[in-house]
């Protein structure tokens, strides 16, 4: 290589190794390919933040939890009231409604006993406040209402009752107000009340009390009689002109003899 040669080989290698260091100034060392990892942060801190929240069911789980605690706590009490309350069913087999009248048969004195053991009724009573007793309605079938005569009986259902009527066929009592009720009461005890309220027979209600001795014979069983005693007159209750019967009492004595057994 001539002399020329060489001086011109060498200005070029430093015109090349000067555009190189040029090049490397303006742009700087090229950033590594991890360098992404740096735009990922945001996403790992909205984790944090969403962290501390995914703790709040904790929270609430908690008092929830408290919640039912107390709920339970309060409901103990509730449930031990409702035990107290008792419903007793009146037991046909074991009941027996009757009325009893006087009246001259072929002119002798006569006393005329008509019953059934068709009764239906309940007594509910709230043993931690006796005062709190209730009587529902009680239902007699006066169709079902049978004396020593057939002949007799035949005219009370279609002439003296008219429970030949269906409109006529149950005596019902509805119960309104009971006085004398104790303010405790014990497994033998006897209870001596008076049970007012509408009695209804063929149609016509009046107001009727009835002295009620109810004794306590077991948890699980009450017995009793109510007895009153009312006109034939109030309830529009006339009999029929029979030669062979006179001189019927306008009163009548109503009774009601019962067993209510409870669960």
């Given amino acids: 290589m001539t002399k020329n040669q060489n001086r011109r080989f060498l200005l070029l290698f430093s015109l090349l190794l000067a555009s190189v260091v040029v ?3 303006c742009n700087g060392p090229r950033q590594p390919a991890t360098a992404p990892a740096e735009s990922e942060q945001p996403v790992a801190t909205a984790a944090s933040v969403t962290e ?3 703790v709040a069911p904790v929270t609430d789980t908690t008092a929830t939890t408290d919640t039912t605690t107390t709920d339970a706590a309060t409901a103990e009490p509730s449930n031990a009231a409702s ?10 087999a074991q009941s027996q409604a009757r009325f009893t009248l006087d009246e001259e048969l072929m002119g002798s004195p006569k006393t005329v006993v ?5 009764v239906e009724g309940a007594i ?3 043993l931690a406040d006796p005062a709190k007793t209730a009587i529902g309605p009680i239902q007699i079938d ?4 049978a004396t020593d005569s057939s002949r007799r009986d035949g005219a009370i259902q279609r002439f003296i009752l008219g429970t030949s009527n269906d409109a006529n066929r149950y005596i019902v009592f509805t119960p309104t107000a009971i006085a004398g009720v104790p303010a405790k009461a014990a497994v033998g005890d006897t209870l001596e009340l008076q049970v007012t309220g509408d009695l209804t027979i063929s149609g016509v209600s009046k107001p009727v009390t009835f002295a009620t001795t109810v004794k306590v014979d077991s948890e699980n069983q009450l017995s009793g009689l109510a007895t009153a005693q009312v006109l034939r007159s109030d309830f529009n209750l006339s009999i029929p002109s029979v030669p062979s019967v006179a001189n019927v ?3 009548v004595k109503l009774e009601l003899e019962f067993v209510a057994t409870g669960a």
């Fill in 23 to 25: 090049l490397w100034a």
């Fill in 52 to 54: 501390p929240a995914a």
């Fill in 83 to 92: 035990a107290e309350v008792r419903v007793f069913t009146i037991d046909p």
């Fill in 114 to 118: 008509g019953a059934t053991q068709a």
């Fill in 124 to 126: 509910t009573i709230d």
């Fill in 142 to 145: 006066a169709r079902s209402l």
């Fill in 249 to 251: 009492t306008d009163e």
